[in-house]
């Protein structure tokens, strides 16, 4: 176990490393940067300050900006090599080019990959490039929000979810069953930003109930969290059921049975926990797209939680909070699919992960 | 890890096209020598399976029917409400469901029967036609479509009736009120019975002002410039070509006065090609690579797997926000990505069948006579393995298909003026106060189409894979 949970991280590490760095590079791909909007002159300190007039990466990179009128830019102790050009297909339909900057070895941990890296390594996640606060700050202002929306989405759809699914599979082809599982399906087929402001409407602007916007009360989580949740909720309901079907006409419960348990301790004790596997290992996918749901939700609601600066900031080009939202994501996701594995060898003592 | 397979690794029996286990057929005909020589094959068996669940099929007909919808969308605009999505208009409040508007000048060339006629504009009778004329006949046009009863006034029930764009504050006082109704504000329709109704409850056609109005006068003004040749202000009987017929609104219109339905119809053509093409994507990219992992196995087909299973890791959708946000506007770029976001667990479900089919008989025959390793994976295992794959297919649009709608509602799918029901939906949000009608129905097709889709593919996995029956 304990080697598993250390491959596992070991392996974590390099996926986090590896969407580092291609958000970096596409963030440097994108047209337009940090430093547009400023004056001249403060777009001459901004563009230093922040390194943007070096290359992005050692190999291949977008050319770093022009020099402005008066400001003395950064120079390679070598020269680059410069190889045109390669076609980028995708920007504005037209094709652009870029050069390739070969960038002799001495210049290397002066690529703005590299300066970013050593911030990351001095646990930092470096200054915002609009406001004022650092990436850490607003991040952790940010995180509570969104840990909580999470969480209590996640509750509303394991309560909801699996005893409706329990019920369904205990009562197979009755009208119970097919009452709960097409129930089900609509909830999975309803997007969470048609359910969103459909909530708002019914419950905010017609019964005046919630408000429909903003973040102030332990009130104000209840709509956000039944929006992001509910689809959940429908989809661990199928889950339960399913897994329920496979379970109860297994020889362990017809043992179980047969020793004449009550169906209550049959249920409760023994098939449960075989049917929750469905479950729990969709618990890991179930987190990402919390998250990547999260972003809309929290847009909707106008709450002031991690996807809000996710999308501003890549809007505005905030190149060090993009980043820093990035590998908070990622890390959040790593780090809990490890946990769903974990729990999945408790559950199911079958899984191994040492053998393999 | 193959925890997250839907589909565990050799559930399935061989689909080897034999049917053995499917002669057992719902006619039990087993008996029959005939039955038994003609067989039943695993497609025929599943296809009657399918006819039989009746979800699955009411999804198929409700899928096959938007398809239709957004391929014949050209010939919909033209003859049925003649306004397409690129149109722009002045108006500045959406209209509600059932309302009428008038189709904007380049479309009334489909059908010029339909046009008013010089006289219907020009009731004066001084030979020309001016920006008020045109107004004004429109004007005349909805107050007498809502005078049902016909005597050239309006009672509150026949007012009522008609299918108004909003109604929000009440007017303060009877002084205040012209103002009000010349400036457009939100306005209880109560209270035009109050101030401008005569005596006898009965608003004249002079007193209904603003809420007959189907063509502002600004609009009346762009009319007649687009027409007056001669530059003098009004039209003479030559330079008149006619000016079409309101037509209804079905679904309203949005808050451009553009037609809800052609929008709806519209977007459903891209919301339906992007999750088609993006399945294609993924369907490619997963077969391709799930095959030839299952196939080649050994050390190969751990490190294939090892990849699949840290990018299961990686927070795709994340990187597509950000692609979007970066490239935008670019619709191949939004096959793309959806499609590379979604090919994994088709790849872990195509290695699982090949793993079971590549020890049977039939590819050792093929390998004994020489037949390459890319030609056994295309035309004996992928062919055989296709049950499972098309299920998963039919699953993977609706979730394409939703997540395109994720990333247009952001704002970061498909760009103005091509639409999405996504991006309808996001439109439809941010006025859905006044007009609740803008994000119901775009909301409305996605949903009664993901849930066809899902009711599909959920049928086709029972039809094809009978062992995997939950029931």
């Known amino acids: ?356 | 890890m193959t925890t997250n397979l839907p589909f565990p690794d050799g559930e399935q029996g061989p689909p080897d096209g034999t049917g053995k286990h499917d002669t057992l057929g719902a006619d039990g005909s087993l008996e029959g020598e005939d039955a038994l020589i003609e067989g039943t094959s695993l497609w025929k068996d599943a296809f009657r399976r399918l006819i039989k669940n009746r979800a699955a099929m009411t999804g198929l007909l409700i899928v096959l029917f938007m398809s239709a919808a957004a391929i014949l969308y050209q010939p919909i605009v033209e003859y049925g409400t003649r306004f397409t999505q690129d149109e722009q208009h002045s108006y500045i409040m959406p209209k509600a469901p059932g309302s009428y508007s008038v189709p904007s000048y380049h479309y009334r060339l489909m059908d010029p029967e339909g046009d008013l006629s010089f006289e219907e504009i020009d009731r004066e009778g001084t030979g020309t036609i001016d920006f008020q004329d045109v107004h004004e006949a429109y004007r005349r046009w909805e107050f007498n479509r809502l005078d049902r009863e016909g005597n050239g006034k309006l009672s509150w029930e026949e007012y009522e009736r008609a299918p108004f764009s909003m109604s929000a504050e009440t007017v303060p006082d009877c002084e205040r009120w012209s103002e009000i109704r010349m400036s457009m504000a939100p306005i209880e329709e109560r209270s035009i019975f109050d101030c401008d109704a005569d005596e006898q409850g009965y608003l004249q056609f002079t007193n209904a002002g603003l809420l007959v109005e189907i063509v502002s006068a600004g609009e009346a003004r762009d009319i007649i410039n687009r027409l007056d040749e001669t530059g003098s202000g009004y039209l003479e009987p030559h330079e008149y070509h006619g000016l079409p017929r309101p037509e209804r609104n079905w679904l309203g219109t949005d808050q451009l006065g553009r037609d809800l339905l052609t929008r709806l119809i519209y977007g459903g053509r891209i919301s339906l090609a992007v999750g088609l093409l993006a399945t294609l994507v993924s369907f490619l990219i997963g077969v391709t690579w799930g095959a030839t992992a299952g196939f080649v196995g050994g050390k190969v087909d751990n490190i294939m797997m090892r990849i699949v299973d840290v990018m299961y890791g990686l927070p795709f959708i994340f990187l597509v926000i950000l692609l979007m946000v970066v490239f935008g506007q670019n619709i191949i770029l939004l096959f793309i990505a959806l499609g590379a976001v979604q090919w994994l667990t088709m790849a872990r479900i195509v290695r699982g069948q090949v793993i079971s089919l590549k020890s049977q008989e039939f590819v050792e025959a093929a390998q004994t006579i020489g037949v390459s390793k890319p030609a056994i994976i295309f035309r004996h295992l992928i062919p055989n393995a296709l049950g499972p794959i098309i299920v998963y297919a039919t699953l993977t649009v609706p979730a394409v298909m939703l997540e395109e709608a994720f990333l247009s509602f952001l704002g970061l799918g498909v760009q103005a003026p091509q639409t999405s029901w996504g991006a309808l939906a996001s439109e439809g949000r941010q006025v859905m106060e006044m007009a609740p009608w803008m994000i119901l129905w775009p909301g409305l097709a996605l949903a009664v189409t993901l849930l066809s889709l899902n009711f599909l593919g959920d049928g086709l996995r029972d039809a094809l894979d009978p062992q995997l029956r939950k029931d």
């Open chain 1, 1 to 356: 176990m304990t080697r598993f949970i250390l491959r596992r991280s070991i392996a974590s590490i390099f996926v986090i490393f590896t969407i580092i760095i291609i958000s970096l590079w596409i963030t440097r791909l994108a047209p337009s940067n940090p430093c547009l909007e400023e004056r001249e002159v403060q777009a001459c300190t901004c563009v230093k300050m922040h390194h943007l007039d070096r290359p992005v990466f050692p190999v291949y990179s977008p050319p770093p900006l022009a020099p402005l009128d008066g400001c003395q830019y950064w120079e390679a102790e070598s020269d680059w090599q410069i190889i045109p050009a390669i076609t980028i297909p995708f920007t504005d339909g037209e094709s652009t080019t870029w050069p390739i900057h070969i960038i002799g070895l001495s210049d290397w941990g002066n690529t703005q990959a590299a300066i970013y890296l050593r911030t990351l390594s001095r646990g930092s996640l470096g200054d915002s490039m609009i406001t004022d606060r650092t990436v850490m700050e607003t991040l952790g202002a940010a995180l509570p929000y969104t840990i909580q929306l999470g969480l209590q989405a996640l509750l509303i759809a394991l309560l909801i979810g699996i005893p409706a699914g329990l019920i369904a599979g205990l009562r197979q082809n009755t009208p119970t069953d097919y009452g709960v599982m097409t129930v089900a399906m609509i909830g999975v087929s309803i997007p969470n930003f048609v359910l969103g402001p459909l909530l708002i409407l019914l419950f905010s602007l017609h019964l005046g109930w919630f408000s429909a916007v903003g973040w102030y009360t332990w009130q104000d989580s209840i709509l956000p969290s039944i929006t992001l949740g509910l689809f959940y909720a429908a989809y661990v309901a199928r889950l339960t059921r399913g897994g329920v079907l496979e379970v109860i006409r297994k020889d362990y419960i017809r043992t179980a049975r047969a020793k004449g348990l009550s169906e209550k301790i049959v249920v409760m004790r023994h098939a449960l926990k075989g049917a929750l596997l469905p479950v729990v290992s969709y618990l890991g996918p179930a987190f990402a797209a919390l998250l990547a749901g999260s972003v809309v939700v929290e847009e909707i609601f106008s709450l002031p939680g991690v996807g809000t600066h996710f999308v501003r900031s890549a809007l505005n080009r905030d190149y060090n909070l993009v980043l820093g939202t990035i590998i908070l994501y990622s890390t959040l996701l790593v780090t809990l699919n490890l946990l769903v594995d974990i729990l999945y060898t408790v559950l199911d003592p079958r899984v191994s992960y040492d053998d393999e």
